[in-house]
T-cell receptor, first 114, second 116 residues
Framework: GAVVSQHPSRVICKSGTSVKIECRSL??????MFWYRQFPKKSLMLMAT?????????EQGVEKDKFLINHASLTLSTLTVTSAHPEDSSFYICSARLVELGYTFGSGTRLTVV | AQKVTQAQTEISVVEKEDVTLDCVYE???????LFWYKQPPSGELVFLIRRNSFDEQNEISGRYSWNFQKSTSSFNFTITASQVVDSAVYFC?????????????FGTGTRLTIIP
């Protein structure tokens, strides 16, 4: 089945540094990917829609300069959290749209900023 | 704007009992999709079902069943003969097109605990 591979699964970084999260579609091409953020015991909130070869579309309230999204190929989308702060600590999940099932999700990345 | 409401924040039942998770949605679109996902403690989202707005047939898959009622904008999920492995957070979600952009909106989730 269609698999989205997300790395890393866990990352701890120091305040002020940047962290890159990768999301790869392993056996299909994903022209559109979605990035979500989930706070502990909360729902998934859509951050941005990533389109291959064009700029990402960010949801209201999401800082474009802090959460850089690049979708340079049909199989890879990346989310870079720039100048990370403790309040950026969260669970980040990527997703790709599938014709048959609707959406498939990565396994998530738990980011802790210390 | 679309909205998904899962009024039950947490549910605990004893193993082998049946349990129903409620989901109510709001949308202005006539064409939309409804989903249920399971999120175990490990965090990944497990797809359970997708239903389009034109298909109101109830679905059964093993111990899982879904009741889609457009008249009440509800898409409820029932687990029969619950098992400890069913313990997880369950999300209901709605997909529709918002000004040409597709969006998947999640409910707040229901944390289900099955007590052995």
């Amino acid at each position: 089945g269609a698999v989205v591979s997300q790395h890393p699964s866990r990352v701890i970084c120091k305040s002020g540094t940047s962290v890159k999260i990768e999301c790869r579609s392993l056996d299909f091409q994903a022209t559109t990917m979605f990035w979500y953020r989930q706070f502990p015991k909360k729902s998934l909130m859509l951050m941005a829609t990533s389109n291959e070869g064009s700029k990402a579309t960010y949801e209201q309230g999401v800082e474009k300069d802090k959460f850089l999204i690049n979708h340079a190929s049909l199989t890879l989308s990346t989310l870079t959290v720039t100048s990370a702060h403790p309040e950026d600590s969260s669970f980040y999940i990527c997703s790709a749209r599938l014709v048959e099932l609707g959406y498939t999700f990565g396994s998530g990345t738990r980011l802790t900023v210390v | 704007a679309q909205k998904v409401t899962q009024a039950q924040t947490e549910i605990s039942v004893v193993e082998k009992e049946d349990v129903t998770l409620d989901c109510v949605y709001e949308t202005r679109d006539t064409t939309y999709y409804l989903f249920w996902y399971k999120q175990p403690p490990s965090g990944e989202l497990v797809f359970l079902i997708r239903r389009n707005s034109f298909d109101e047939q109830n679905e059964i898959s093993g111990r899982y069943s879904w009741n889609f009622q457009k008249s009440t904008s509800s898409f409820n999920f029932t687990i029969t003969a619950s098992q400890v492995v069913d313990s997880a957070v369950y999300f209901c979600a709605l997909s529709e097109r918002d000004f040409g952009n597709e969006k998947l909106t999640f409910g707040t989730g229901t944390r289900l605990t099955i007590i052995p």
